[in-house]
């Protein structure tokens, strides 16, 4: 694991706009910088990164946060591959705590497999591009399937050569070490002799999200039925067959854009769309679908679409992998490529567009489709045609996340049409199917297991719907500005030495004020490091490694405009209502200002200026006022039951916390309607 120290030195050096100008062209606009967002296509740029708070916001997708995040997000690396990625940028040395001699040694094997698969791409990669044998076998056969110089070399394609030992002879000169070349499946040991593993194929490098090549795809050129078609790199450190996709890294940013994967078979199905300018493409290798390629879409997009051969195999082959993807909640449509084509031929027949059209054109519902494939199959069989009912039932039942409620009774009612059959009845064998799961997963009772399927049910509904429930008790807003003004000024002195995230703590006291899961994290760790005599600031947490809080500690500073002298000037001439919306939040005062006048509001704002210790005293007198709200509500409910000894002690406390409630309201300059 990376030190905090290194972490801390890692994050003092980091410059936001120079990491994020190394993707996006940006330009200055006053305190800021002005780009196109990587994250979505737009022709009028509105993603913004503001480097004296360290973060990036897109106006038009709504992408945020910092600069590990922004790496996270765009290469797709995970949270300790962004801080190698940005040590190595900074020239950081990298400190980890003790770990076992174990794991050392299984990063050095990883390190040295990478090491040795960038020097085997080299070798293959010049001996294709080089040599009179590569040009002569594999240069002419790849022309002749229709590839480009560009493709080749993007992908990084070579030629093994036809030789016995011809990259043994230069890795062993080169100081490799033998068993370590045994173990990425260039070299095997034959007779007592080191041989090379792939002789007279094209190799086709793998590379995982970063770039990096971990293994090697060995296609054979001439026909041979004695030899397989291809060879793969055997399973190691670095090679793991079921957690890979072949092109992930040349189409994660085309993913990211489209909001969509193309998943093909083969690695010449991909290069062939990528050559035809469409880039949002996979392959599978031909072997069915896991649980973890899945998931490797999932972080891209939810959206999948599987173009496969028309024929039976093809269809087998796209059915294979289909409960799992419903339990990833991505949506998945197919397309069968006709008359015998794959898609590297169909798109270098029809050309881009005409593939693009046919693959929008023919996308099929997957669910509805292995229906129809399923209904086929049965015939009159009533026996099969119980079979069917039962599997695309159980098919159904793995779509069980709350926010899928709706799609998959979308799903129950077009499948119970079609089977015609009853759609109570076939709702019920659905949820069987849910429980029946539930209580072998989690080992529940199967009353229990039922009473989790009636909550989950229930959950489909986020909120309540009375409007006046969430005025009066969610303090979102509030509590999200008690958490802004922390972040942003808890560390400025306040009075008579006392920090302003002392003042605030001595204000608000009590955590259980709180409701927001992600505020009281904020107000937990901040409180325990001051108490510990450490300060700390908004960046502790805009960098925090729990990634789920870092997005928030960002959505609490991402404003746009901030107010002006001009701005409050103007304001103190307004009527107490809108004091009150604007000393609430003057952003939400500006949402119910028409668009139209969004111009002559603009002299009013300027960017990046300074608050004052009057919005912080506003934030917790607001967020005070809000619980006394509740507080009396509760009380009236309770007044309305009490016996009528009971009910004097709740006049009291109801005079009481009127008396609180006319009090704060005076110090905001609102009025309160009795």
Same mark, same amino acid.
């Given at each position: ?31 800021? /910088? ?21 973060? *990036? ?45 174990? #794991?050392?040694?299984? #990063?050095?094997? +990883? ?11 080299? *070798?293959?990669?010049? !001996? ?70 792939? %002789?007279? %194929? ?64 083969? /690695? ?24 973890? #390629? ?58 881009? !567009? ?14 509805? *489709? ?113 958490? %802004? ?75 746009? /405009? ?32 028409? %668009? ?7 002299? /009013? ?36 039951? +009490? ?30 309607? !009795?």
């Amino acid at each position: 694991m990376i030190t905090q120290n290194t972490i801390q030195q890692i994050l003092s050096r980091l410059d936001i706009v120079e990491v994020v100008g190394s993707f996006v062209k940006l330009k200055k606009r006053g305190a800021n /910088y002005l780009g196109n967002c990587p994250f979505h296509n737009e022709r009028t740029p509105s993603f913004t990164v503001s480097p004296s708070k360290e973060i *990036f916001k897109c106006f038009g997708c709504g992408k945020s946060g910092n600069t590990v995040s922004f790496l996270m997000e765009h290469e797709k690396l995970s949270y300790v591959e962004a801080l190698r990625w940005l040590a190595n940028r900074y020239n950081v040395e990298i400190e980890e705590t003790e770990t076992s001699p174990e #794991q050392k040694q299984a #990063q050095q094997t +990883a390190d040295s497999l990478f090491i040795i698969n960038a020097f085997a791409q080299k *070798f293959y990669a010049q !001996k294709l591009l080089e040599t009179e044998e590569g040009q002569t076998n594999g240069l002419s056969y790849l022309k002749e399937r229709g590839f480009n110089k560009d493709i080749i070399q993007k992908f990084g394609l070579g030629y093994a050569p036809d030789g016995r030992d011809a990259l043994t002879k230069e890795a062993i000169a080169a100081q490799y070490n033998s068993e370590l070349l045994q173990k990425t499946g260039l070299v095997v040991e034959r007779n007592g002799q080191l041989q090379d593993n792939y %002789r007279d %194929r094209i190799i086709f490098p793998i590379h995982n999200n970063s770039g990096k090549v971990i293994g090697f795809g060995a296609r054979l050129i001439k026909k041979n039925d004695k030899a397989p078609k291809y060879i793969n790199t055997p399973e190691n450190e670095l090679y793991v067959k079921s957690k890979l996709l072949y092109g992930t890294y040349f189409a994660r940013q085309a993913i990211d854009k489209a909001d969509e994967c193309f998943l093909v078979e083969g /690695y010449t199905d991909v290069l062939s769309l990528h050559q035809a300018g469409i880039e949002n493409v996979v392959a599978s290798g031909g072997t069915s679908l896991t649980q973890d #390629q899945l998931r490797l879409i999932k972080k891209y997009t939810s959206n999948l679409t599987i173009i496969y051969d028309g024929d039976a195999a093809g269809v087998k082959a796209a059915l294979r992998g289909l409960d799992m993807a419903l339990e990833e909640s991505l949506n998945v449509k197919l397309v069968l490529i006709p008359d015998g084509e794959d898609p590297d031929s169909y798109v270098r027949k029809v050309g881009e !567009k005409r593939f693009r059209e046919f693959v929008q054109e023919n996308k099929k519902d997957f669910i509805l *489709f292995q229906l129809d494939v399923l209904l086929k199959d049965a015939g009159n069989d009533g026996a099969k045609k119980a079979d069917v009912v039962n599997q695309v039932a159980e098919t159904l039942s793995k779509i069980d996340k709350t926010e899928d409620f709706t799609k998959q009774q979308d799903y129950i009612r077009q499948c119970a049409d079609t089977l015609k059959i009853d759609e109570a009845g076939f709702t019920a064998l659905v949820n069987k199917f849910i429980r029946n799961r539930l209580a072998s997963d989690k080992k529940l009772p199967f009353e229990e297991a039922q009473h989790f399927e009636e909550n989950a049910k229930k959950a489909a509904v986020n909120e309540y719907d009375d409007n006046t429930y969430n005025l009066l008790f969610k303090d979102e807003l509030q509590e999200r500005e008690i958490a %802004r003004v922390l972040l942003e000024y808890g560390n400025r002195e306040w009075e008579n030495g006392e920090l302003t995230a002392q003042y605030i703590f001595s204000e608000l006291p009590e955590e259980d004020l709180f409701e927001n899961e992600s505020v009281l994290q904020i107000l937990h760790e901040y409180k325990s490091h001051l108490e510990s005599g450490e300060v700390i600031d908004k960046n502790f947490f805009v960098y925090h490694p729990d990634n789920k809080l870092s997005t928030f500690a960002v959505s609490l500073m991402q404003f746009k /405009y901030e107010q002006s002298h001009h701005w409050k000037e103007e304001l103190s001439q307004s009527t107490g209502y809108q004091k009150s919306l604007f000393q609430q939040d003057y952003k939400t005062f500006l949402h119910l200002v028409n %668009r139209e006048n969004a111009k002559e509001l603009e002299h /009013y704002l300027k960017i990046e200026e300074d608050r004052t210790p009057q919005e912080i005293i506003s934030a917790i007198t607001y967020l005070k006022l809000k619980k006394i709200k509740k507080l009396l509500i509760q009380n009236h409910a309770d007044m309305e039951k +009490a016996s009528p000894s009971g009910q004097m002690t709740l006049f009291l406390t109801h005079q009481h916390l009127k008396q609180m409630e006319m009090e704060l309201t005076s110090q905001l300059g609102s009025v309160i309607v !009795k």
